[in-house]
């Protein structure tokens, strides 16, 4: 049977040893909590400011007239194309869940979040005077396992990245010319909203069946598609 004495040395040495594993292996970060970023229900006007390495105009405008059509108010007056329209709705109209991924702050040029490459997405409710929400927004990518669309974004003055639930990264970039209605599209009819909606959120049950995330992203190339080979060409 151990004496007094040694009962306390053997909880002095315990005590050091977890002392030891805390300072060397706790980064000192608490663990991610799950963010999800409210819908907007009434999106009425989206600004798009394109990052500082852009060739194109520093501000673009996007305003609904009506119930349901969106105008280029700025660089110039037109209005866009019904399918992006209506794309901007359906992204924004409904929550943005993210996945629970551990991503280093300090790799932003990784992610297309450098001050060179990010783009400033301010969204309004109707009657806003000021942004409902804003975004930072990186790289869009598509998931191997299921091909949805993620969008690599952070909060203005935030440093957390997150992997947000959506596929909007490719749509903020587009040229002033790519909103317009395209001349082959002239004709064509757009499906119900609501039709529209449905579909997306059924994609969405059928993904979060088949899709198990990595608790850490290293680097955001892992889950694109790798280029074909010049035999699977």
Known sequence: IMNKKTILVVAILI???????????????????????????DLARVEIMPPAASDGPELIVLERRGADQWWMTRPMEEPIWWRLGEELEIIFRRPIGTDDLVIESDRA??????????????????????????????????VIQTGAERTFVKVPGGEVIYRAQRGFGDLVRLSVDDWLEPEDAVGVEPRPLQELEETEELEELEELEELEEPELLEDPDELEEPPLTEEQE
Do not use: H, K
Not at 16 to 39: I, Q, T
Not at 115 to 142: K, M, S
């Open 15 to 41: 005590l050091l040893s977890m002392l030891v594993v805390v300072v060397f292996f706790w980064d000192g970060e608490e663990p991610r909590e799950l963010r999800e970023f409210a819908a907007i229900s």
């Open 109 to 142: 040029e990784s992610y297309g979040l450098s001050e060179d490459e990010a783009v400033r997405l301010a969204l309004f409710e109707a009657g806003a005077e000021r942004p409902t929400r804003e975004f930072l927004v990186g790289r869009q990518i598509q």
